[in-house]
């Protein structure tokens, strides 16, 4: 049975932070396939990885500067739309979240959104298909139309079948018209493995569905962003913690792998942090049987790369000792005392 829950604007981040990825984030590599308008704000804003800004008495050429996806008044079809192609090989669906902040007056009355699994149709006819009516083409409902309210996150939950089911492509309906700042899709990725099993491959990586669970502190950088494609952008597209005034100190942050894997090297990417780098880190792991359950830093964990030293804005590559090679789940990544760090990679095999 199909259902939905709101989730209330200060439970968003616990409810999907630890246990999904936003499958449509620019930095993974999301496009906007087609929109029916963009004549205010362009469609682009809406999977941008921060959060929206306001430059109140700033004007273009076509109004008010809008900092999401805003389109014209008087729509004379019932819906305006976008269609979007995940950053990822598919992914299925556990959550929404709209954000339509700044948008007062002129924000989105209503939404709902649609999912079509077709990894083999080529842009061109998505693109022909991205207008037709609701239920049309391969589009299914993943969220039935929600009211939204002013400069606010709306949010919901979903169980049952949508749940089970892997999208490639995700269209937003916008009743009748209007704005909004930015849209999550929260999820889980469908990796495609490497068939040659000989092939090193990046066992944390967003794009393979490993997801950052949980973190002592994410003060100026979110954990999620050190399981990106890439190096950093700049340095706040990394984590990075509060400074500590405590002897001794350590951060952490704990990675469920996309599969059970050996982990062979670990990279560590301190791109941008050229004053604010950890001055040593150091790697743990743990093979979890129970899928249901996310250690903890109290769980027995296995060191498997001893305390090395950082330096600033620069790749750290180190081989793991042989007897260590092992079948993991999960690694924790521990930075002394504080700092900040750009990417972790953990390659190894399925």
């Given at each position: 049975?199909?259902?939905?829950?709101?989730?209330?604007?200060?439970?968003?981040?616990?409810?999907?932070?630890?246990?999904?990825?936003?499958?449509?984030?620019?930095?993974?590599?999301?496009?906007?396939?087609?929109?029916?308008?963009?004549?205010?704000?362009?469609?682009?804003?809406?999977?941008?990885?921060?959060?929206?800004?306001?430059?109140?008495?700033?004007?273009?050429?076509?109004?008010?500067?809008?900092?999401?996806?805003?389109?014209?008044?008087?729509?004379?079809?019932?819906?305006?739309?976008?269609?979007?192609?995940?950053?990822?090989?598919?992914?299925?669906?556990?959550?929404?979240?709209?954000?339509?902040?700044?948008?007062n007056?002129?924000?989105?009355?209503?939404?709902a959104?649609?999912?079509?699994?077709?990894?083999?149709?080529?842009?061109?006819?998505?693109?022909?298909?991205?207008?037709?009516?609701?239920?049309?083409?391969?589009?299914?409902?993943?969220?039935?139309t929600?009211?939204?309210?002013?400069?606010?996150?709306?949010?919901?939950?979903?169980?049952?079948?949508?749940?089970?089911?892997?999208?490639?492509?995700?269209?937003?309906?916008?009743?009748?018209?209007?704005?909004?700042?930015?849209?999550?899709?929260?999820?889980?990725?469908?990796?495609?493995?490497?068939?040659?099993?000989?092939?090193?491959?990046?066992?944390?990586?967003?794009t393979?569905?490993?997801?950052?669970?949980s973190?002592?502190?994410?003060?100026?950088?979110?954990?999620?962003?050190?399981?990106?494609?890439?190096?950093g952008?700049?340095?706040?597209?990394?984590?990075?913690?509060?400074?500590?005034?405590?002897?001794?100190?350590?951060?952490?942050?704990?990675?469920?792998?996309?599969?059970?894997?050996q982990?062979?090297?670990?990279?560590?990417d301190?791109?941008?942090?050229?004053?604010?780098?950890?001055?040593?880190?150091?790697?743990?792991?743990?093979?979890?049987?129970?899928?249901?359950?996310?250690?903890?830093?109290?769980?027995?964990?296995?060191?498997?790369?001893?305390?090395?030293?950082?330096?600033?804005?620069?790749?750290?590559?180190?081989?793991?000792?042989?007897?260590?090679?092992?079948?993991?789940?999960?690694?924790?990544l521990?930075?002394?005392?504080?700092?900040?760090?750009?990417?972790?990679?953990?390659?190894?095999?399925?």
């Open positions: 049975m199909e259902s939905v829950s709101s989730v209330p604007i200060l439970e968003i981040d616990r409810t999907f932070g630890s246990t999904c990825i936003d499958l449509i984030s620019k930095s993974l590599g999301s496009e906007i396939v087609a929109f029916s308008d963009q004549w205010f704000a362009d469609a682009a804003n809406l999977i941008t990885p921060t959060p929206p800004v306001r430059k109140p008495g700033v004007f273009v050429h076509s109004g008010a500067w809008y900092d999401g996806w805003e389109t014209r008044r008087h729509n004379p079809g019932p819906f305006d739309w976008v269609v979007i192609r995940l950053g990822v090989s598919s992914g299925k669906v556990q959550g929404i979240e709209i954000d339509t902040a700044h948008f007056g002129n924000e989105a009355p209503a939404i959104v649609e999912g079509a699994y077709a990894p083999d149709v080529d842009k061109d006819t998505v693109t022909k298909y991205a207008g037709v009516g609701r239920g049309g083409w391969q589009w299914k409902t993943i969220l039935g929600q009211e939204c309210g002013p400069s606010q996150r709306h949010a919901w939950k979903l169980s049952g079948s949508v749940t089970y089911n892997p999208i490639t492509h995700v269209r937003l309906l916008m009743f009748p018209d209007g704005g909004i700042a930015r849209f999550r899709l929260y999820g889980n990725v469908i990796p495609v493995f490497p068939q040659d099993r000989n092939i090193l491959f990046d066992l944390a990586a967003a393979m569905g490993g997801v950052a669970v973190c002592s502190d994410q003060h100026f950088g979110k954990k999620d962003n050190i399981l990106l494609p890439g190096r952008v700049h340095m706040g597209d990394g984590w990075e913690t509060k400074r500590s005034r405590e002897k001794d100190h350590s951060d952490w942050v704990i990675v469920r792998l996309g599969t059970l894997g982990i062979q090297k670990i990279v560590l301190t791109a941008h942090f050229r004053g604010n780098y950890p001055r040593e880190f150091k790697i743990h792991a743990i093979l979890c049987g129970d899928p249901a359950y996310e250690p903890g830093v109290g769980d027995e964990w296995t060191e498997i790369l001893p305390p090395k030293p950082c330096g600033p804005d620069r790749e750290h590559e180190f081989e793991i000792d042989p007897s260590k090679v092992e079948e993991w789940t999960h690694v924790k521990t930075i002394l005392p504080d700092g900040g760090v750009s990417r972790l990679r953990a390659l190894g095999r399925k």
